[in-house]
């Protein structure tokens, strides 16, 4: 093993739908009648091979054709989580997509409990959730999603984001949804600056009063707003390989995280959808050190800014501090 992947690690930006393994989506296939194109998971792997944002979601949404009953979220969820334990990732906050699903007859306190049951049978690690939202589907549907999802809070629902179509869809109609989240004691993040430029993150800093951005990597193009992310301590979560298989940075040494952190920005190192972008989170950290310099002690550090930007109870965040300070791995 090598010494990142011995290292204890946080991860706060990872889509369950996206980092099922291969294995696990190649049962599903088989599951619902296989296809001839496919017939092996190496041929599977080969489907997520594609060069533009458009070429990603057009496989995003073909995969989750094969997630259709509450007891395949279970298993994937088992699955995900049991990998994730295995690359000694000890904290997640992780994305799951119910809206996509409650369009084909799925509930969307069945599929969140669902979720919770698989994450449960790996009691090693420990995951939260934070459901994303889809800007295409409209604030009035999601409004509806929103209430559903506050009937299964106590499954370990601690935050509401938003995904989709960042470039036709802005966020400004979303607002009054957001702060009922907030009044719901949710936690609020949305993915911005990927898709679109720096004015996509500014909506969501000002008609969402979001706590972290997902991704933010055009923020570079606006050194205002990177300012502004510096002095009030917005977190970025960042996802190098994702970026890079999308299309959106052409290439690993080019991603803005060695800029970002020089300027002292509060970021979290994430794989986003890992499966798809035959990445792991130790390969991101591998990245870091070999294309954009990053030293052990560097690494470490955005190990536990991973941890300053997440979620649970302050009290609780410490003792996760303390545990990867005193990991053997920790001074290696």
Same mark, same amino acid.
């Given at each position: 093993?090598?010494?990142?992947?011995?290292?204890?690690?946080?991860?706060?930006?990872?889509?369950?739908?996206?980092?099922?393994?291969l294995g696990a989506?190649?049962?599903?296939?088989?599951?619902?009648?296989?296809?001839?194109?496919?017939?092996?998971?190496?041929?599977?792997?080969?489907?997520?091979?594609?060069?533009?944002?458009?070429?990603?979601?057009?496989?995003?949404?073909?995969?989750? +054709?094969?997630? +259709?009953?509450?007891?395949?979220?279970?298993?994937?969820?088992? &699955?995900?989580?049991?990998?994730?334990?295995?690359?000694?990732?000890?904290?997640?906050?992780?994305?799951?997509?119910?809206?996509?699903?409650?369009?084909?007859?799925?509930?969307?306190?069945?599929? !969140?409990?669902?979720?919770?049951?698989?994450?449960?049978?790996?009691?090693?690690?420990e995951i939260s959730?934070?459901?994303?939202?889809?800007?295409?589907?409209?604030?009035?549907?999601?409004?509806? !999603?929103?209430?559903?999802?506050?009937?299964?809070?106590?499954?370990?629902?601690?935050? *509401?984001? *938003?995904?989709?179509?960042?470039?036709?869809?802005?966020?400004?109609?979303?607002?009054?949804?957001?702060?009922?989240?907030?009044?719901?004691?949710?936690?609020?993040?949305?993915?911005?600056?990927?898709?679109?430029?720096?004015?996509?993150?500014?909506?969501?800093?000002?008609?969402?009063?979001?706590?972290?951005?997902?991704?933010?990597?055009?923020?570079?193009?606006?050194?205002?707003?990177?300012?502004?992310?510096?002095?009030?301590?917005?977190?970025?979560? &960042?996802?190098?390989?994702?970026?890079?298989?999308?299309?959106?940075?052409?290439?690993?040494?080019?991603?803005?995280?060695?800029?970002?952190?020089?300027?002292?920005? *509060?970021?979290?190192?994430?794989?986003?959808?890992?499966?798809?972008?035959?990445? +792991?989170?130790?390969?991101?950290?591998?990245?870091?050190?070999?294309?954009?310099?990053?030293?052990?002690?560097?690494?470490?550090?955005?190990s536990l800014l991973?941890?300053?930007?997440?979620?649970?109870?302050?009290? +609780?965040?410490?003792?996760?501090?303390?545990?990867?300070?005193?990991?053997?791995?920790?001074?290696?």
């Open positions: 093993m090598t010494w990142s992947s011995k290292l204890p690690k946080a991860e706060l930006h990872v889509h369950l739908e996206g980092a099922m393994p989506l190649f049962d599903l296939i088989r599951k619902y009648g296989g296809d001839p194109s496919l017939p092996s998971v190496t041929e599977l792997a080969r489907r997520f091979e594609f060069e533009t944002f458009a070429q990603f979601i057009d496989a995003w949404s073909w995969k989750n +054709r094969f997630l +259709r009953e509450y007891e395949d979220f279970s298993h994937i969820a088992e &699955l995900t989580a049991r990998d994730m334990a295995n690359q000694n990732i000890r904290y997640v906050e992780m994305f799951f997509s119910p809206s996509l699903f409650s369009r084909h007859g799925l509930e969307v306190q069945k599929l !969140t409990q669902a979720v919770r049951l698989g994450l449960s049978r790996v009691p090693e690690i959730l934070v459901a994303d939202l889809v800007r295409d589907y409209g604030p009035g549907s999601e409004m509806t !999603t929103l209430e559903r999802l506050n009937e299964v809070k106590t499954e370990g629902l601690i935050g *509401i984001g *938003i995904g989709g179509s960042e470039y036709a869809y802005p966020l400004e109609p979303f607002k009054p949804l957001f702060e009922k989240a907030r009044r719901m004691g949710f936690h609020v993040n949305a993915h911005a600056g990927e898709a679109a430029g720096p004015e996509s993150i500014w909506q969501a800093i000002r008609h969402l009063q979001v706590e972290r951005i997902g991704h933010g990597i055009r923020a570079r193009e606006d050194p205002g707003l990177l300012d502004y992310l510096r002095e009030h301590r917005i977190p970025l979560e &960042l996802c190098p390989m994702s970026n890079v298989s999308t299309g959106v940075v052409s290439a690993f040494a080019e991603h803005p995280i060695r800029e970002y952190f020089d300027r002292g920005l *509060i970021i979290s190192v994430n794989t986003d959808d890992p499966t798809m972008f035959g990445t +792991r989170l130790d390969k991101e950290y591998e990245g870091l050190v070999n294309e954009c310099g990053f030293t052990k002690n560097e690494i470490r550090r955005l991973g941890i300053e930007s997440s979620w649970p109870s302050e009290d +609780r965040k410490r003792l996760l501090k303390t545990n990867f300070e005193n990991d053997p791995s920790w001074v290696a």
